[in-house]
């Protein structure tokens, strides 16, 4: 949920809403983009304001936002339904998360 993560799941967002939905119309029912962050909040280094602004855009955009969650594993699985092996993500909360493409964007600590 910092700066590179919230730029990529916005810029995400615009390629799927501009773009894949004028050439791929079909295909928009199965992509949706989450954004998992471990701390309480998003943008941690920025103004409250901007943190609560962007929570309420990504709302607005239905980009779905997991907060106090982690990745804690990644597992392959298969599901007759899929006809081929998916991925999902298990979180810290108890959920999981089935995707196709995961991007990991990951801080640096000074």
């Known amino acids: 949920g910092g700066p ?3 730029e990529y799941a ?3 967002h615009d390629f799927i809403t501009r773009d894949l939905a004028t050439l791929y119309p079909h295909l928009l029912p199965y992509v949706r983009v989450t954004l998992v962050e471990a701390s309480n909040h998003l943008l941690g280094p920025f103004e409250s304001s901007l943190r609560t602004y962007v929570l309420g855009l990504f709302k607005s955009r239905d980009i ?3 907060l106090d969650t982690s990745v804690l594993s990644v597992e ?3 599901d007759p339904s899929y006809g081929f092996e998916a991925s999902k993500a298990i979180l810290s909360s108890g959920e ?3 995707f196709g493409t995961m991007v ?5 600590s000074p």
Do not use: D, R
């Not at 990991?104 to 640096?108: K, R, V």
């Open 64 to 66: 779905s936002v997991k």
């Open 10 to 12: 916005s810029e995400l």
């Open 76 to 78: 392959i699985f298969t």
């Open 96 to 98: 999981s998360l089935e």
């Open 104 to 108: 990991w964007s990951a801080g640096l």
């Open 4 to 6: 590179t993560s919230c």
